[in-house]
């Protein structure tokens, strides 16, 4: 355990290598990052610098090839997979730039099936949970709608409500705004934002500078290493 420390996550000497058939690619190179409990932090770089692989291994998708992954006190690259899927089911909420809502259940039903999924809330009370996250992301009244009813905005929160189910300590986000407008886009930071203040802690890969002033810290990559 990690009790002494504020930090949340703590990535040591992360590096990732990729098999490929003309010999190997490494996509991460010694990567060290601390990210403290209820931050906003963006990780930024262009195209095929390394972010999606690091929100992988954050959020223990992947295994990295070398290095530690400490978060909340667990080495989540020590897990096996089973034991991942329930740990990424209770820590970790993960929101995508195009939503991924299943588009034959209702918003509220998407909204209940990470608690089915975990059990991690008696039976009886995921309705009202998922009600009470619609509200809190400000769609109750599309609770009983199909996704394809709603705008992108309303989407997104939707997918922000899912990933709250269990309330996991930490959010992960890749793009989440790259689909949508400027201004639901900041309507969306707005919701992240608030959700740090109550203490989530939020990870974005976005590529919107015109978001800066949201962030508690910037992550950028190049080629696979932390430049700033
Ligand atoms: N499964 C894989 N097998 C081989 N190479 C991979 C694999 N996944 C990623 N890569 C390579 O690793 C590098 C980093 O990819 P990654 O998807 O992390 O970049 P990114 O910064 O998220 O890019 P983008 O902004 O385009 O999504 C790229 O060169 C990519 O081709």
Redesign the pocket.
């Known amino acids: 355990m990690n009790q002494q420390s504020t930090s949340l996550i703590q990535l040591s000497h992360i590096s990732k290598t990729?098999?490929?058939a003309a010999g190997s690619?490494q996509?991460l190179k010694d990567i060290d990052l601390e990210i403290s409990k209820g931050q906003l932090v963006a990780i930024t770089?262009?195209?095929?610098?390394?972010?999606?692989?690091?929100l992988?291994i954050m959020s223990g998708i992947d295994k990295p090839t070398a290095g530690n992954v400490l978060i909340n006190g667990i080495r989540v690259d020590k897990l096996t997979e089973s034991e991942l899927a329930a740990w990424r089911g209770k820590n970790i909420g993960v929101v995508f730039q195009f939503f991924q809502l299943l588009p034959t259940l209702t918003i509220l039903e998407n909204v209940m099936l990470p608690m089915d999924f975990c059990n991690s809330y008696p039976r009886k009370e995921r309705r009202d949970r998922a009600l009470a996250l619609l509200s809190l992301v400000d769609i109750k009244d599309q609770a009983s709608k199909l996704p394809s009813a709603l705008s992108g905005g309303q989407q997104q929160r939707a997918a922000i409500a899912r990933a709250l189910a269990n309330d996991p300590p930490v959010l992960i986000a890749d793009e989440p705004t790259g689909n949508l407008d400027s201004h639901t886009g900041a309507a969306i930071m707005e919701l992240f934002a608030g959700l740090v203040k109550a203490g989530k802690t939020v990870i974005i890969?976005t590529?919107e500078k015109d978001f800066a002033g949201y962030f508690g810290s910037t992550v950028s990559?190049l080629d696979?290493a932390i430049v700033h």
């Open positions: 990729f098999p490929l690619f996509a770089g262009k195209s095929g610098s390394g972010k999606s692989t690091l992988n890969v590529h990559l696979g």
